[in-house]
């Protein structure tokens, strides 16, 4: 180890070294000075310390070269800066006195730079003014103190200093030969407030702001206390002057002089001695090597809450004090000591690892205060003046047990040492980050404290009553060493509690110190850094859930109850058609047994391949009573989606219709459900008796299938109890009873369709069912509310807004007592537009994903919503967990993973154990439980409710629907001449999201074309699943990292959308529906043969092209616009019409007509008659 080296440990670990000649001097802990290594290591390099301390000394800091009396100051007087004549001038005539009161212009340190480049930036505010408030016995003794105060003012040049910028090419200071504080007086008003508050109304920093351009800069204010002989006084002062150890300073002098001891104090140390050593240490490329090779790879800013603001003025901050208890003091000391390292060190690992924890990483960059006195040449230790730079520090928690990460931090500590003098704005420079991001919004102030420190008759009338420090930065911890104990000081934003962060650093701080005695090779990551009440309410408090329910039950049997209590009210109406709850159960009843017959029974699957019909309820409930579990196979769905879905599901029949059953694979069993009523039948309708058939709670009532990563749909498992409990708590929620009616038309294939189908047939309410491909539609939607009488019915909130904006939709809804939105995140904008719109309609936002039996967290919206709306509490026996990647609890404010625990969660996926062990996990606080890992991110509110933040992989929901690209970057590789294809989510700039496909040919593979790559998508994948534009690339953009470089793929433009040979529109019509398809697909320019899907149109925005016509007076079905998407067709199928209004519309028949003849027996096809 070199004397430089060696110089640089012992200042890290607070030991000062001085050379008085041929004789070294060391200050420092005592405890530590008793260490033989470090005093052996003093000796053998005795001799180099005094050379490299007296080559310190002597750095050119030449003594001031303006003589007194000079009227005119030339730049050679200035060897510290470079001014011209002129610029001179201008500060001799800006300065008091003239030149004659200039003792010496030169440039500012690394940190006073920052501080003014807040100054200036804040406007009427700053937060670098700092307070102390006094109390004196009386206005003699506070004269005596400013007196005092004065002569130290006139010892130091930072205290007559002043800072100019204008015309400048960098801010000077400029010391003033004479410069003295003037008191304030102010008079107490004995009608107004007490004395304090009269004086913070004049006085308060957060008000306040001083002119730096005038020295000195400090100000002073005092008012007498009218009700008793004392009087207050409040010192303001800049930072841009004086840091921690100069305040101490300063206060020592006042207590010297006022005890008259001023032949006691030391001759003063010039600040220019500093700045001179600084603008002479280490170059700025050996700085920005360093500090690339620390950060260069830093992409984003450790944040924690999410605080990213450093260009406040210190207003919104609040301040808590903590101090440790002795006995942890003294274990900290004493483990510091016996690894070898300074307890600063062991502070910055404990900031490191509380950083983690309140940001859920571990990799962490924070900013902590440098002393700036270690390498500030002679007499820097009792020198006036701003001496601090903040600098970044990098802690790597991952993979390293306790000791490694103290051993590492006092290393990383000591080697920035090194570089305290680098300006931050190079530094800032050298990080992976973006110019509009701060590299750190946390900070760690470690510094030397005295506790009481001055004479206490010195002191005698005077009271200190308050001081604190103030910062830009919006998370900030001070850490007092006072010598034997040390106090923390948290300064934290409004929006956090800033006496909770003092519970974190202290629970750390025991934690870290427990592994060091006892376990100082365990993990960091597994030590505990959350206090022991926030982590047992976020584990307990918050999943107080426990409700009984009929767990014993089954989902049908729900529904069976009401068919003894109301046998002929209606159950079900779909268009003209009823049925009443006997007629329903009775046709359930005699299916269930035909299904039994086919060797239907408990975990059994059969699939449901019905339009949504009477039919599509009595096949459900038939399922679930002959112990099967129901499988949704949609009709929209391509074949080879349904074909894949039935091999991996196996049913043991498919329940279907006859104008459907010839999609069905040939040897695939099937039975027709006519959706009529046939004039007789036969056959034993009473119900079937669970315990027969070895049904029970355990098994499962429905398998859906979402979209899967793999490149193909999952099954996920639910079972009865899960699904039954869900329904209880909707029902003891909400309350349906039998004058309700609740709307079902969420396709099947979606699991919020089994509350719609089951919770009003459970509760004796009556369901209606919309026409198929209904749910598109605005005004048949209506109309059928209103004819209906609906009270109940559930939007996705993208087309809740389509709803919201037709014309008819409050007037529509007199009847509606409640909406329920699930699906994806609900706007605050929309949840308050519905409120202002149907004020008298309850609306509720629900989260779940289908692994966890439809929903588990909900929130009724308020009229005031803030900025988000939260996806709500843990429902009935549901238990929410948001953890880091660690498993552990993210803290109160801090964004997690959600995992999902109780009875709702599923058993599982469908013959994928592998997929279903990763995210089916152990509950680990819950012995026995289980817990499903969701991908969301949420976050705790204070109250126990969720804000809901996205996801943490790649999936997405659009329009309700859930994707995993990655299923759809399979299908693409799949398709001849693409070598590599990734599909995301991007904004339209409409306010919605569109899937875009990003492809790189084979380099044979000519021109791919977007019209056959959504083809041959088509042919695999459901609509909702075909990117809307596809992005042709030479290559796809990769991080340093070399991962893919989201943020980099570039916005599709017109080619790559699936586009026809252009042809203007023709006609009156046609060119009116370009600019609306214009408008709503934000293309540019539309033909007349282009295709309103392929141009990036969906289901939702095909209602809003509806209502563009009908404001129009235009009218098209729906099902014309589906069918006739080119612009030339859609026109044809335009028909222009005066209409006064809004034309009637009423619920069409079934367009899917019953076939009842028998197929081809080679096909296994059975017919059931209802």
Same mark, same amino acid.
């Given at each position: 180890m070199s004397a430089r080296d060696l110089l640089d440990t012992l200042d890290a670990i607070g030991i000062t070294l001085r050379a008085d000649g041929d004789k070294l001097s060391v200050v420092g802990d005592q405890k530590l000075l008793a260490d033989s290594d470090l005093i052996a290591s003093l000796r053998s390099h005795k001799s180099d310390l005094i050379s490299l301390l007296q080559q310190r000394a002597a750095t050119d800091t030449a003594g001031y070269v303006i003589p007194v009396g000079t009227q005119l100051i030339t730049p050679a007087m200035l060897p510290l800066l470079e001014l011209q004549p002129a610029q001179i001038e201008a500060l001799a005539q800006a300065t008091p006195g003239g030149a004659a009161n200039i003792q010496d212009i030169y440039p500012l340190a690394p940190l006073q730079e920052g501080i003014l480049f807040h100054h200036r930036l804040q406007g009427a505010r700053d937060a670098y003014v700092l307070p102390t408030l006094l109390s004196f016995d009386s206005r003699q003794r506070l004269d005596r103190?400013?007196?005092? &105060? !004065?002569?130290?003012? @006139?010892?130091?040049?930072?205290?007559?200093?002043?800072?100019?910028?204008?015309?400048?090419?960098?801010?000077?200071?400029?010391?003033? #030969?004479?410069?003295?504080?003037?008191?304030?007086?102010?008079?107490?008003?004995? +009608? @107004?407030?007490?004395?304090?508050?009269?004086?913070?109304?004049? @006085? +308060?920093?957060?008000r306040v702001r001083l002119d730096v351009r005038q020295a000195p800069m400090l100000r002073a204010y005092a008012i007498p206390d009218g009700t008793t002989q004392s009087w207050l006084l409040q010192l303001l002062h800049h930072h841009l002057v004086l840091d921690h150890t100069a305040s101490q300073l300063l206060v020592q002098e006042i207590m010297l002089i006022l005890q008259g001891r001023q032949a006691e104090l030391l001759a003063a140390v010039p600040f220019r001695h500093f700045v001179a050593q600084a603008r002479q240490g280490m170059g700025s490329a050996e700085?920005?090597?360093?500090?690339?090779?620390?950060?260069?790879?830093?992409?984003q800013p450790t944040a924690p809450f999410g605080l990213l603001d450093v260009q406040g003025d210190g207003s919104n901050v609040r301040q808590a004090r903590s101090r440790l208890e002795p006995a942890l003091a003294q274990r900290l000391r004493q483990q510091a000591q016996a690894a070898g390292v300074s307890c600063a060190?062991?502070?910055?690992?404990?900031?490191?690892?509380?950083?983690?924890?309140?940001?859920?990483?571990?990799?962490?960059?924070?900013?902590?205060?440098?002393?700036?006195? &270690?390498?500030?040449?002679?007499?820097?230790?009792?020198?006036?003046?701003?001496? $601090?730079?903040?600098?970044?520090? #990098?802690? #790597?928690?991952?993979?390293?047990?306790?000791?490694?990460?103290?051993?590492?931090?006092?290393?990383?500590?000591?080697?920035? $040492? #090194?570089?305290?003098?680098?300006?931050l704005t190079l530094v800032q420079r050298c990080s992976g980050l973006p110019a509009n991001l701060p590299l750190f919004t946390s900070l760690l102030n470690y510094r030397y404290s005295h506790e009481g420190g001055a004479d206490s008759t010195a002191m005698e009338g005077i009271q200190h009553l308050g001081g604190h420090d103030r910062t830009n930065y919006p998370f900030v911890l001070h850490v007092d060493d006072l010598g034997a104990g040390f106090d923390l000081c948290a300064e934290i934003d409004v929006s956090v509690s800033a006496p909770r962060i003092c519970d974190f650093m202290q629970q750390v701080l025991r934690s870290l110190v427990q592994a060091l005695e006892q376990a100082p090779y365990m993990p960091l990551q597994a030590i505990e850094a959350m206090p022991a009440a926030e982590r047992h309410q976020l584990i307990h408090g918050f999943n107080r859930t426990a409700t009984e329910y009929p767990r014993h039950l089954l989902l049908h049997q729900l529904f069976e109850q009401q068919v003894v209590r109301q046998p002929q009210a209606i159950a079900v109406r779909c268009?003209?058609?009823?049925?009443?709850?006997?007629?329903?159960? @009775?046709?359930? !009843?005699?299916?269930?047994?035909?299904?039994?017959?086919?060797?239907?029974?408990?975990?059994?699957?059969?699939?449901?391949?019905?339009?949504?019909?009477?039919?599509?309820?009595?096949?459900?409930?038939?399922?679930?009573?002959?112990?099967?579990?129901?499988v949704p196979l949609d009709p929209a769905y391509p074949d080879t989606r349904l074909e894949h879905m039935l091999r991996d599901c196996a049913p043991v029949t498919v329940l279907t219709e006859a104008n459907l059953a010839s999609r069905l694979p040939g040897r695939q069993a099937r039975l027709l459900v006519p959706d009529t009523d046939p004039l007789n039948h036969k056959g034993d309708e009473s119900n079937l008796v669970a315990a027969e058939l070895g049904l029970t709670e355990n098994h499962l009532a429905y398998v859906i299938y979402t979209s899967g990563s793999t490149g193909q749909p999952k099954g996920v498992m639910n079972e009865h109890r899960g699904i039954v409990n869900r329904i209880q708590w909707m029902q003891q929620a909400y309350r349906l009873d039998m004058h309700d009616v609740v709307l079902q038309k969420t396709p099947f294939s979606f699991d919020v369709s089994v509350w719609e189908f089951f919770w009003p $047939?459970?509760?004796?309410?009556?369901?209606?069912m919309a026409r198929p491909g209904g749910h598109k539609d605005p005004s048949y939607l209506s109309e059928l509310i209103r004819g209906s009488g609906v009270t109940t019915l559930h939007f996705v909130p993208s087309m809740l807004q389509v709803f919201l904006n037709h014309d008819e939709a409050a007037s529509a809804c007199a009847s509606v007592a409640r909406v329920i939105c699930s699906g994806e995140a609900l706007p605050a904008p929309l949840a308050r537009q519905f409120l202002a719109q149907l004020p008298h309609v309850g609306l509720h936002n629900l989260y779940g994903p289908t692994e966890a039996a439809v929903d588990v967290t909900a929130w009724t919206c308020i009229a005031d919503e803030a900025a988000s709306v939260p996806i709500g509490k843990p429902i009935a026996n549901t238990r929410i967990y948001l953890l880091d990647q660690h498993m552990r609890p993210a803290p109160i404010g801090v964004a997690g993973e959600l995992y999902?625990?109780?009875?709702?969660?599923?058993?599982?996926?469908?013959?994928?154990?592998?997929?279903?062990?990763?995210?089916?996990?152990? +509950?680990?606080?819950?012995?026995?439980?289980?817990?499903?890992?969701?991908?969301? &991110?949420?976050?705790?509110?204070? +109250?126990g409710t969720i804000d809901y933040l996205g996801r943490n992989d790649f999936q997405v929901k659009i329009r309700g629907f859930r994707i995993e690209p990655g299923e759809i970057d399979v299908q693409l590789a799949t398709i001849a001449g693409v070598r590599e294809a990734v599909v995301v989510a991007r904004e339209d700039g409409l306010g919605s999201q569109r899937l875009v496909a990003y492809i790189v040919a084979e380099p044979d593979a000519g021109q791919l074309d977007p019209a056959l790559l959504r083809a041959r998508l088509g042919m695999s994948l459901p609509d909702y699943m075909l990117p809307a534009a596809y992005v042709l690339l030479d290559s796809l953009p990769l991080t340093a990292n070399g991962k893919l470089d989201r943020q980099a793929l570039p916005a599709p433009e017109g080619d790559a959308f699936n586009r026809q040979t252009y042809e203007a529109p023709a006609g009156e019509i046609e060119l009116v529906l370009a600019q609306i398809w214009s408008e709503l697909l934000g293309v540019e320019r539309v033909g007349r043969h282009d295709s309103f899907f392929e141009l990036g149109g969906h289901s939702l925005l095909a209602v809003q092209l509806l209502e563009h016509l009908r404001r129009r007076r235009w009218a098209i079905d729906i099902r014309a616009l589906f069918a006739q998407p080119s612009l030339a067709a859609m026109a044809a199928a335009v028909a222009p019409s005066l209409m006064p209004g809004t034309p009637d519309i009423s619920p069409a028949r079934n367009t899917i007509p019953a076939q009842l003849a028998v197929l081809d027996s080679e096909q296994e096809t059975e017919e059931f008659r209802l």
């Open positions: 103190f400013v007196q005092a &105060l !004065n002569q130290v003012i @006139a010892r130091h040049d930072i205290l007559r200093t002043a800072v100019h910028w204008e015309g400048l090419k960098e801010p000077v200071q400029l010391v003033q #030969r004479q410069a003295s504080l003037a008191i304030q007086t102010l008079s107490f008003d004995a +009608d @107004a407030d007490d004395a304090m508050a009269q004086l913070l109304a004049h @006085a +308060d920093p957060r700085h920005e090597a360093y500090f690339r090779r620390e950060l260069g790879d830093v992409e060190s062991l502070f910055h690992l404990a900031w490191a690892k509380t950083l983690a924890c309140l940001t859920g990483r571990d990799d962490v960059v924070f900013g902590t205060v440098l002393f700036g006195r &270690l390498q500030g040449g002679a007499g820097a230790a009792r020198a006036m003046g701003m001496f $601090l730079n903040t600098l970044p520090l #990098r802690v #790597r928690l991952e993979r390293l047990s306790v000791e490694q990460g103290l051993r590492q931090t006092h290393a990383a500590l000591i080697e920035l $040492l #090194r570089h305290e003098h680098a300006s268009e003209e058609r009823c049925l009443s709850y006997a007629a329903l159960n @009775a046709r359930a !009843n005699h299916l269930a047994r035909r299904l039994r017959a086919l060797g239907v029974g408990p975990d059994a699957r059969v699939g449901i391949f019905l339009e949504r019909s009477a039919a599509m309820v009595v096949a459900l409930l038939a399922t679930l009573k002959a112990g099967g579990a129901y $047939l459970m509760a004796g309410a009556q369901l209606v999902i625990g109780g009875v709702q969660v599923a058993r599982g996926y469908l013959n994928q154990p592998a997929l279903s062990e990763q995210r089916f996990l152990a +509950d680990p606080f819950v012995e026995g439980g289980r817990i499903y890992k969701t991908g969301d &991110l949420g976050r705790w509110r204070d +109250d």
